[in-house]
């Protein structure tokens, strides 16, 4: 065999394995790609629930600025307010005997 020809398979296998090397394990390859997929899917999701929290805060912020219905119901539930003239009860459930 001629020593260029040599020259030229050994430069070729060089360069074979340099790729297989970055497609197996460097930067960009098959590894690292299913990674980024995996983080963009979880990513996906997060947007998902934030953008319904957000939907919702929005349709919260609407009522309040309707009307006092929405104001009286937060007030009532977060606050535990009640009206003039009206008598509060509260219960409170039994705990078990040991």
């Given at each position: ?19 297989q090397y970055r497609l197996w394990v460097g930067e960009g390859s098959l ?68």
């Amino acid at each position: 065999m001629d020593w260029r020809l040599k020259l030229v398979i050994g430069l070729l296998l060089a360069a074979f394995v340099g790729l297989q090397y970055r497609l197996w394990v460097g930067e960009g390859s098959l590894a690292e790609v299913a990674s980024l997929r995996y983080q963009l899917a979880d990513q996906q999701l997060e947007l998902e629930k934030l953008k319904a929290r957000n939907a919702m805060l929005r349709d919260e912020i609407e009522a309040l600025k309707r009307g006092l219905e929405a104001v009286e119901a937060r007030a009532r539930g977060e606050l535990g307010m009640i009206k003039e003239g009206e008598t509060f009860y509260q219960i409170i459930p039994r705990q078990p005997e040991k």
